[in-house]
């Protein structure tokens, strides 16, 4: 079987082409998880632009905040039916992938 380092898993993913990923769930907030996952196709909501949500509206006189950016370890992704993305959004943490498209991946 195949090996995959994080860096060229992100890149299969951000490829804009379904992909199949198996995954441990984790939910910080409520200290569940565990659970291993498999999707069949997603594709990442990066790789999708014409998809995603419009942004949220701002206050006219909203200063921007100068707040430092918090960098999560999470992907969004689009569950796709027979090759065509769905409106269900599934988030994924980085650390709790195991494999993507039947390789698996070397920490």
């Given at each position: 079987?195949?090996?995959?380092?994080?860096?060229?898993?992100?890149?299969?993913?951000?490829?804009?082409?379904?992909?199949?990923?198996?995954?441990?769930?984790?939910?910080?907030?409520?200290?569940?998880?565990?659970?291993?996952?498999?999707?069949?196709?997603?594709?990442?909501?990066?790789?999708?632009?014409?998809?995603?949500?419009p942004?949220?509206?701002?206050?006219?006189?909203?200063?921007?905040?100068?707040?430092?950016?918090?960098?999560?370890?999470?992907?969004?992704?689009?569950?796709?039916?027979?090759?065509?993305?769905?409106?269900?959004?599934?988030?994924?943490?980085?650390?709790?992938?195991?494999?993507?498209?039947?390789?698996k991946?070397?920490?």
């Amino acid at each position: 079987m195949e090996l995959l380092d994080l860096t060229k898993a992100l890149q299969e993913m951000d490829s804009g082409k379904p992909f199949s990923i198996s995954c441990v769930s984790l939910d910080v907030k409520r200290k569940t998880g565990g659970k291993k996952k498999f999707y069949s196709e997603l594709v990442a909501m990066s790789a999708a632009p014409n998809l995603r949500q419009p942004p949220a509206k701002r206050k006219r006189n909203s200063k921007p905040s100068t707040a430092p950016v918090k960098q999560n370890r999470t992907r969004k992704f689009f569950l796709c039916i027979s090759g065509v993305p769905t409106a269900t959004i599934i988030q994924i943490h980085l650390c709790g992938i195991l494999e993507v498209n039947g390789k698996k991946l070397a920490l």
